[in-house]
């Protein structure tokens, strides 16, 4: 008979981003039923779930109280940055680990979270490496106004200028502001090469679907690019995404709506089942335990220094309402801090005076 391991799964079901949290709890809860159906491991996930309805102040309090009040240990979710580092103090006074399944701006590296998802140095800087020579040199960053969009319009702008481009624009909504009418006059008047859209949830298909309007009256080509819009948005976009190229780990491979963040917290799930597999009673490991002290033959994607997985780097295209790939490139290491940020500049031809 196989042992039974709470987990818990802090998600949202409402709110600003609530099409990739529902997405997010779909993929955890469907790693769960395959787990527990699996005849590969001696143990089954019972599942305890919390709602924070979309509200940042709701994290932290619910993360303490799955903690406090249950067996789990481990916890899977969250969507925002925001609710990921409210969590993180939880996570320690309680000696719990939250599996992240998302892309992040990086700079974090907590022993209480695992990063299954891609952070910058495998999604922004290839997308930006690959469109500066493919689209032309002058960028526009739009994105919400709080961590997320901060970080990659900081690291855009790096990128850019170290490629020669340059930065004709840079402007934030607040997370759930759906009017850009000031920015998208501003894109009118300055057109761009490249759009680097960084909004989440109900700002993000707002924006698309006001651009759209745009292109329709003026025929102007906008580019966008992104490196959190995946499959699940599509719909909710009003077919303002079209055209959108996307960076990420993972892409449909048919006409699924799950994308990227589903496909990872699926994955996050069977992480988790084989570091416990065998070996009794290790739920109440730390993370860096788990990952040192795991048996022969187990191997994890997360690097046992700063618990990031090596992913592939993807750039696809949404064409007729889905993702299709351009570009495929072999998994990374990640690199949270980005220290290796100048050696893997693309190479720059050298200029030589002649007489």
Same mark, same amino acid.
């Given at each position: 008979?196989? !042992?039974?391991?709470?987990?818990?799964?802090?998600?949202?079901?409402?709110?600003?981003?609530?099409?990739? $949290?529902?997405?997010?709890?779909?993929?955890?809860?469907?790693?769960?039923?395959?787990?527990?159906?699996?005849?590969?491991?001696?143990? =089954? +996930?019972?599942?305890? %779930?919390?709602?924070?309805? %979309?509200?940042?102040?709701?994290?932290?309090?619910?993360?303490?109280?799955?903690? !406090?009040?249950?067996?789990?240990?481990?916890? +899977?979710? =969250?969507?925002?940055?925001?609710?990921?580092?409210?969590?993180?103090?939880?996570?320690?006074? +309680?000696?719990?680990?939250?599996?992240?399944?998302?892309?992040?701006?990086? +700079?974090?590296?907590?022993?209480?979270?695992?990063?299954?998802?891609?952070?910058?140095?495998?999604?922004?800087?290839? *997308?930006?490496?690959?469109?500066?020579?493919?689209?032309?040199?002058?960028?526009?960053?739009?994105?919400?106004?709080?961590?997320?969009?901060?970080?990659?319009?900081?690291?855009? !702008?790096? &990128?850019?200028?170290?490629? %020669?481009?340059?930065?004709?624009?840079?402007?934030?909504?607040?997370?759930?502001? =759906?009017?850009?009418?000031?920015?998208?006059?501003?894109?009118?008047?300055?057109?761009?090469?490249?759009?680097?859209?960084? *909004?989440?949830?109900?700002?993000?298909?707002?924006?698309?679907?006001?651009? &759209?309007? *745009? !292109?329709?009256?003026?025929?102007?080509?906008?580019?966008?690019?992104?490196?959190?819009?995946?499959? =699940?948005?599509?719909?909710?976009?009003?077919?303002?995404?079209?055209?959108?190229?996307?960076?990420?780990?993972?892409?449909?491979?048919?006409?699924?709506?799950?994308?990227? #963040?589903?496909?990872?917290?699926?994955?996050?799930?069977?992480?988790?089942?084989?570091?416990?597999?065998?070996?009794?009673?290790?739920?109440?490991?730390?993370?860096?335990?788990? *990952?040192?002290?795991?048996?022969?033959?187990?191997? $994890? &994607?997360?690097?046992?220094?700063?618990?990031?997985?090596?992913?592939?780097?993807?750039?696809?295209?949404?064409?007729? %309402? &889905?993702?299709?790939? #351009?570009?495929?490139?072999?998994?990374?290491?990640?690199?949270?801090?980005?220290?290796?940020?100048?050696?893997?500049?693309?190479?720059?031809?050298?200029?030589?005076?002649?007489?």
């Amino acid at each position: 008979m196989k !042992r039974s391991i709470d987990i818990g799964i802090l998600q949202s079901q409402s709110g600003n981003y609530a099409a990739l $949290s529902v997405i997010s709890r779909a993929g955890l809860l469907r790693g769960v039923a395959e787990v527990n159906a699996s005849p590969d491991y001696d143990l =089954c +996930f019972r599942v305890c %779930g919390r709602d924070p309805e %979309g509200r940042t102040d709701r994290y932290a309090p619910l993360c303490r109280e799955i903690l !406090r009040e249950t067996g789990a240990r481990h916890i +899977f979710g =969250c969507v925002t940055s925001s609710s990921r580092k409210e969590v993180i103090p939880e996570l320690e006074r +309680f000696d719990g680990v939250l599996w992240y399944p998302v892309p992040y701006e990086g +700079f974090e590296a907590s022993e209480r979270v695992a990063y299954l998802h891609s952070c910058p140095n495998q999604h922004l800087l290839p *997308l930006l490496d690959w469109a500066l020579p493919a689209l032309g040199r002058r960028g526009y960053l739009v994105g919400s106004n709080y961590i997320w969009g901060w970080e990659i319009a900081q690291i855009a !702008r790096e &990128r850019i200028a170290s490629l %020669g481009g340059e930065v004709a624009g840079d402007r934030y909504l607040a997370l759930g502001d =759906c009017d850009s009418s000031h920015i998208i006059d501003e894109i009118a008047a300055l057109q761009p090469d490249f759009i680097l859209n960084s *909004l989440v949830g109900e700002s993000d298909y707002a924006f698309l679907s006001q651009l &759209r309007d *745009l !292109r329709d009256r003026t025929g102007a080509r906008l580019q966008v690019l992104s490196c959190n819009f995946t499959e =699940c948005e599509i719909e909710s976009s009003q077919a303002g995404a079209e055209g959108l190229i996307a960076a990420g780990p993972w892409f449909e491979p048919g006409e699924g709506r799950g994308g990227s #963040i589903a496909e990872m917290a699926r994955r996050a799930v069977h992480e988790l089942a084989r570091l416990l597999h065998g070996r009794p009673g290790a739920e109440r490991l730390s993370l860096a335990e788990l *990952l040192r002290d795991a048996p022969g033959g187990t191997r $994890s &994607r997360l690097d046992p220094t700063h618990f990031h997985a090596a992913q592939p780097v993807v750039i696809a295209q949404i064409r007729d %309402g &889905r993702f299709h790939e #351009i570009l495929r490139q072999p998994p990374r290491a990640a690199d949270p801090y980005l220290t290796a940020r100048d050696r893997d500049l693309p190479p720059v031809p050298v200029l030589r005076v002649v007489s």
